[in-house]
């Protein structure tokens, strides 16, 4: 895919209750965000053929990269990793106080303080979070509600029981209402259809022919792009940078920048994998990520290392790279 520089935040909120990820037997759990593939997904359906639709590959490519989507209260210009491991919870006077936790534990590897001097609980802080007015403070993540399916889907029935009739039950799906935060690349026209598109409205997800997954866009902006400065101590010369993981950073893409990153120090590195799946044409794909919130942060990069967060975005696959997000100086 061609490199385009440009990269556009995208907000959209589902107008119908949303079932995506997960499904086992006769029970269906949404997960509490939405994949790049299904949005993707979602814009190639419109342009199959209908009789083609779920019956033979289509080779087709939508022009974008995109990435997962997560919950947030309000339009941003800098996507939050979920489950940031970084993040701690201090309470004072009963109050709650949410921390990054980089500093310290940089200080701790580093030699700079002695072990113990701050309490540091790792994975401590909120699913989901935003920045305001400098505080990190909590984004409540979506309202489930649970609702019963008195017959099969009638396209992807095949998926869940093998069964041409029978009962679909307990199905825990995303309430009408939550909003989402994603990024988008690619031609400034393909873009803009795919504005037009969410617009309209798309389905995402499972059951859509029953009305389910319904997401429609809020709006859409061009991002500001910047190159945040690295993370610095008292009395040291060097340069921290950190890589922030947003998504579901596909584990071979970590592989080969970690490759490349050699040429700097790595100093540190809380990395989670997990494997997914996805349906795609009857069969079901799987992959190992890495898991959203995970950090590395290496010493003395050069300028090049800037170029992860749009290198991320058009090929991990739905995760993304953030370099020094703003967080990290929010440790007190």
């Known amino acids: 895919m061609p490199d385009f520089r440009s990269i556009y935040m995208f907000e959209v909120v589902n107008l119908s209750p949303l079932v995506v990820n997960r499904g ?12 790049a593939s299904s949005i993707i997904g979602a814009i190639l359906s419109t342009k199959i053929p209908a009789n083609l639709f779920n019956k033979e590959k289509y080779k087709i490519e939508s022009g974008l990269s995109v990435t997962d989507a997560t919950p947030v209260d309000k339009m941003t210009n800098e996507l939050n990793p979920p489950s940031l491991i970084t993040l701690s919870t201090k309470y004072t006077n009963g109050l709650e106080k949410i921390v990054d936790a980089t500093k310290p534990i940089v200080e701790y590897i580093t030699g700079k303080k002695p072990v113990g001097y701050q309490n540091i609980r790792l994975k401590k802080g909120p699913r989901f979070w935003k920045i305001e007015d400098n505080k990190i403070e909590r984004v409540s993540g979506p309202d ?11 396209k992807t029935l095949t998926v869940y029981t093998k069964e041409k009739e029978g009962l679909l039950a307990h199905i825990q799906a995303i309430a009408p209402g939550c909003h989402f935060a994603f990024e988008v690349t690619g031609e400034q026209s393909v873009v803009e259809e795919f504005a037009a598109a969410l617009k309209e409205g798309l389905y995402v997800g499972a059951l859509r022919s029953k009305g389910y997954g ?3 866009l809020i709006g859409w902006k061009e ?5 945040r400065e690295p ?3 008292e009395g040291d010369s060097d340069e921290y940078y950190v890589l922030s993981v947003y998504g579901n950073l596909d584990y071979e893409y970590l592989l080969k920048i970690r490759e490349k990153l050699k040429k700097y120090k790595e100093v540190y590195t809380s990395t989670g994998l997990q494997e997914i799946k996805r349906w795609d044409y009857n069969v079901f ?3 190992w990520v890495v898991k959203s919130g995970s950090v590395l942060i290496y010493t003395n990069a050069e300028k090049d290392i800037y170029d992860l967060e749009h290198d991320s975005l058009i090929n991990a696959k739905g995760g993304k790279i953030i370099v020094n997000h703003p ?3 929010i440790n007190e």
């Open 285 to 287: 794909k799987k992959r």
């Open 231 to 233: 993370l610095k101590l």
């Open 214 to 216: 319904l997401i429609k």
């Open 223 to 227: 991002k500001s792009v910047v190159q």
């Open 24 to 35: 086992s037997g006769n029970y269906l759990k949404s997960a509490d965000y939405i994949p």
């Open 144 to 154: 489930i509600i649970q609702q019963t399916l008195l017959t099969l889907d009638d």
């Open 327 to 329: 967080v990290i100086t």
